[in-house]
């Protein structure tokens, strides 16, 4: 145990991939992080997830040189919290950590808001492999979309932009759509040299589906001028747009000021045909929104989250001393 003065807070984010542990005080100070595997209790299982969650913990703390007594409250943004039902055996898990003090769970797109968001209120749009939207009122509710994929409405992340890149593909060569550079692109990526040998190869199980780590290719294509590939990155830009002014309307942010935080792979680019159409999306229901593009790893989320609870303000200097320790810790790596 360490004695010490400071209010030591303990963060978690919990993704499908990975999961980062952080513990910091109220001065923004990073005293310990930790790392472990993918914390969605839904791949891993609950007892999969506890020790996933205690791993990255442990590790926080042993950087700290501290016990989990010295903490006073934890924040946890989870994978795999999607519905209400899984609040309570969530909440079992993380209690076994025994970290005293409030603690905060939540999905973990909520962490990603809370780091880009200045105010603690507003819309994040989270475009990885697939996309979710949520956001958090002024009055402190929450919403978000279900992250399902387009069944349920979330489009726009780089999955459905390959997909509409291949559709683009055979619906020229049907002669439904337009002629489009995708082709010979997507054709040079698999070295061959007729689009039906293309189409052909995927119906047959020849050849890999293109992937959601080929939506490059497509940002790519639009920007040398294709209008094709152009339609496809507005496309997209503008359903993500949709989904953030329905949670805007929802949680009652369209006549206020808030920030509209874009994370994952999708916005690395700083694509403005994508980010121009999300924003006029957005912008047509909530005007006074402000584009904010996350660079401060999700689990400053957590922490902060951590600290709201426990009453402690949090200065802009301790805030961006925080995002700045734990990017020098943890790497570079946002949302996505």
Not at 55 to 83: K, M, N, P, R
Not at 249 to 257: I, Q
Not at 269 to 282: D, H, K, T
Request: net charge negative; hydrophobic share 45%; with cysteine.
């Amino acid at each position: 145990m360490v004695p010490t003065k400071r209010q030591l807070f303990l963060g978690i984010d919990a993704g499908a991939t990975k999961t980062h542990a952080l513990i910091a005080d109220e001065q923004g100070h990073v005293w310990g992080v930790g790392r472990s595997g993918s914390g969605n209790w839904e791949g891993v299982g609950l007892e999969g997830a506890y020790q996933v969650y205690a791993e990255a913990t442990s590790q926080a703390l042993a950087a700290a040189g501290l016990a989990v007594t010295d903490l006073c409250g934890a924040g946890y943004a989870l994978a795999g919290l999607d519905f209400p039902s899984d609040e309570p055996r969530l909440d079992s898990v993380v209690e076994r950590l025994g970290v005293p003090g409030p603690r905060v769970l939540v999905n973990d797109t909520y962490g990603a808001l809370r780091a880009g968001a200045r105010a603690g209120y507003g819309v994040v749009v989270i475009a990885g492999t697939g996309t979710t939207v949520a956001g958090v009122g002024r009055d402190g509710r929450r919403f978000r979309t279900f992250g399902e994929g387009p069944m349920l409405g979330d489009i726009g992340g780089a999955g459905d932009i390959v997909m509409l890149a291949v559709r683009a593909i055979a619906t020229a060569y049907t002669g439904r759509g337009q002629p489009t550079a995708l082709t010979e692109r997507f054709l040079q990526l698999y070295g061959l040299h007729d689009p039906l040998e293309f189409i052909e190869g995927l119906c047959r199980h020849q050849i890999e589906y293109p992937r959601a780590k080929h939506a490059p290719l497509v940002f790519e294509v639009a920007e040398a001028g294709d209008e094709v590939a152009r339609g496809i990155i507005r496309f997209a830009g503008s359903e993500l747009g949709a989904n953030a002014a329905g949670v805007a309307r929802r949680l009652g942010l369209v006549d206020e000021r808030f920030d509209l935080v874009l994370a994952g792979g999708v916005f690395r680019s700083r694509n403005e045909l994508l980010i121009g159409a999300l924003e006029e999306r957005v912008r047509a229901v909530a005007p006074r929104a402000q584009t904010v593009l996350l660079e401060t790893l999700p689990v400053v989320g957590s922490v902060l989250l951590a600290m709201d609870a426990a009453g402690v303000r949090v200065t802009p200097e301790a805030r961006e001393r925080l995002g700045r320790e734990a990017r020098e810790l943890l790497g570079e790596e946002t949302e996505g």
